[in-house]
Each structure stands twice: as C-alpha cells, then as structure tokens.
C-alpha cells in the first residue's frame, strides 16, 4: 500500500505562484504520478501526470503556467504552478499507479486546498 501525502496549498492572489509536492511511501512498483483537482460543484479532473522516465502532460487550461517534477531519490512530485488564476481554486489531489500513463489511479493523497483570490 503506498501512501501519498501532499502539502504547499494554501491562499494567494491572482498571478501569484503556489508549489505543491507530494511524498510517496514508496514508489518502487508506481510508474505514473499525477495531479487532480476538483472544484465545488464540478467534476475531478487531472492537471498533469509524469511517468517513470521523466514524459509529462498538462491539462490544456495550464499549459505553460504549471510544471510537474518527479524527485525519484526523495520519491517527491511537486507541482509548480505560476500566474495562477481564480478558475485555478480547488481542492488538489496526488495520485499514484504502478501503470504507464493511467487512467485510474490506485493511490491518492487526502488533498490540498488552493485558493485563488481575483
């Protein structure tokens, strides 16, 4: 059972910078990692996903504003996200799977909150 526990949420304003990371119990059997976000009153969707190897994909609303990492050695992601926006508010959650580029996730974090004020 791998354990994921994410931190750096928290409140900022519009085109400001928040990073989040998340730290995995063991990651010797994940090969994807990614970030979900859920809005009240809207359905979860995924904001980037990198697998072993380093490949990585965004969703197209935070192309070029968010960055996904992968620390193997600290067995971290962390999610860099810039020019944050208010449609950007949400909860954010890590997610692990021993499957390349998964489309359901085994592993999940508690979640963290962003909030991004106009």
């Known amino acids: 059972q791998v354990q994921l526990v994410e931190s750096g949420g928290g409140l900022v304003q519009a085109g400001g910078s928040l990073r989040l990371s998340c730290a995995a119990s063991?990651?010797?059997?994940?090969?994807?990692m990614g970030w979900f976000r859920q809005a009240p009153g809207r359905q979860r969707e995924l904001v980037a996903a990198i697998i072993s190897g380093g490949a990585t994909k965004y969703l197209d609303s935070v192309k070029g504003r968010f960055t996904i990492s992968r620390e193997d050695a600290k067995n971290t992601i962390n999610l860099q996200m810039n020019s944050l926006k208010p449609e950007d508010t949400a909860v954010y959650y890590c997610?692990?799977?021993?499957?390349?580029?998964?489309?359901?996730?085994?592993?999940w974090g508690q979640g963290t909150q962003v909030t991004v004020s106009s």
């Open positions: 997610a692990a799977d021993p499957r390349p580029w998964a489309r359901s996730y085994d592993y």
């Open positions: 063991d990651t010797f059997a994940i090969n994807t």
